[in-house]
T-cell receptor
């Protein structure tokens, strides 16, 4: 499967524990995004990377959240001291930005998400 | 702040009828508008998109229209089929960021 891959698919954790999710984007894609989706809502932007640089973070991303993309390939999203309000689907997406004349992005391709339940 | 409003939240149509979903965006700098379809338990998948330099785009039974002046864009599905049943999300983004601001979704039910 050459699409965006996320692991784990499901995570149940106790309040106060730390969790880490992984996203493997489509291999040639240089942009990577994290979104959070709660039931009945559209995905909410959390952060995005171009290569290894984290270029923007939403104010939704509190100090308990950190994301990395150390080598410009896979990315991790860590949530420290989880709270029940963190329960959601965490979606990763990737796209390819063509640099240079007529620079543009391809569409964003989404992974299947990691469903987090904090009990 | 940036916002995308989407209506209706639910839509039921008879098989073969048309469905229209409307979105309004707030950021006048937005210039790319994708539509995603999300089936239950699955990832959002792009079905059609439009850039701000065109007013309409069509792909078989699906079309999208954009009114930049009014900051409206709409998804039109003709000859609906049961497999069109899903949640549809509109989104808006701006060159330079490419983060998507999503609408709240429309649950479409096509009744056989």
């Amino acid at each position: 499967d050459t699409g965006v891959s996320q692991n784990p698919r499901h995570k149940i954790t106790k309040r106060g524990q730390n969790v880490t999710f992984r996203c493997d984007p489509i291999s040639e894609h240089n942009r990577l995004y994290w979104y959070r989706q709660t039931l009945g809502q559209g995905p909410e932007f959390l952060t995005y990377f171009q290569n290894e640089a984290q270029l923007e973070k939403s104010r939704l991303l509190s100090d308990r959240f950190s994301a990395e993309r150390p080598k410009g390939s896979f990315s991790t999203l860590e949530i420290q001291r989880t709270e029940q309000g963190d329960s959601a689907m965490y979606l990763c997406a990737s796209s390819l930005r063509f640099i240079g004349a007529g620079s543009r992005d391809t569409e964003a391709f989404f992974g299947q998400g990691t469903r987090l339940t904090v009990v | 702040g940036e916002n995308v409003e989407q209506h209706p939240s639910t839509l039921s149509v008879q098989e073969g009828d048309s469905a229209v979903i409307k979105c309004t965006y707030s950021d006048s700098a937005s210039n790319y508008f994708p539509w995603y379809k999300q089936e239950l338990g699955k990832r959002p998948q792009l079905i059609i998109d439009i850039r701000s330099n065109v007013g309409e785009k069509k792909d078989q039974r699906i079309a999208v229209t954009l009114n930049k002046t009014a900051k409206h864009f709409s998804l039109h599905i003709t000859e609906t089929q049961p497999e069109d049943s899903a949640v549809y999300f509109c989104a808006a983004s701006t060159s330079g960021t490419y983060k998507y601001i999503f609408g709240t979704g429309t649950r479409l039910k096509v009744l056989a």
